[in-house]
């Protein structure tokens, strides 16, 4: 899997000795948003294109295990301004007990209809603690849905 330091909501510092590590998004029934902010440097559309395998989606692996709480609900939010911002999608409440160390979850970027909304300039994550969770740490980036692909055991590519 690669990911594009520039399409990363949620990273620590990169070290040779931990690799990319998450950032913890933990908050005592409070809302936490994305380390990084994604400039698109013009306000786009860059939902649903109508093709499953190339639309662009926001991964979220967990890298610490929430505990404490009761749920996290994860948000793709856009803004055309930086300061308002709306959620265009959101995966609803997560039970704390299912965010265990290496889950992945994925929210397609959604198409923004001109006729609702503007179109958002910058894009970033927001991560909604029900309850008092106490620990808690995310990896999220904006990439395509199928970033596993792989050859099957075997598979002897000629260069």
Excluded: C, H
Aim: aromatic share 8%.
């Amino acid at each position: 899997m690669i990911i594009d330091g520039l399409l990363i909501f949620d990273a620590a510092a990169y070290s040779a000795a931990n690799g990319l590590t998450g950032v913890n998004q933990f908050a005592s029934g409070a809302t936490t948003t994305s380390t990084n902010t994604i400039d698109l440097v013009n306000a786009r559309d860059i939902g649903d294109g109508g093709d499953s395998v190339a639309n662009l989606t926001v991964v979220f692996m967990i890298t610490t295990a929430f505990t404490g709480g009761t749920s996290v609900n994860f948000q793709i939010q856009g803004s055309s301004d930086n300061v308002t911002w709306t959620t265009y999608s959101e995966t609803g409440a997560i039970a704390v007990a299912g965010l265990t160390v290496g889950q992945r979850f994925s929210l397609p970027m959604p198409s923004v209809n001109p006729d609702t909304g503007v179109a958002p300039r910058y894009l970033r994550t927001a991560y909604v603690n029900v309850g008092a969770n106490t620990t808690g740490a995310v990896l999220a980036w904006l990439g395509t849905p199928d970033d596993n692909r792989y050859y099957k055991p075997g598979v002897v590519v000629n260069n």
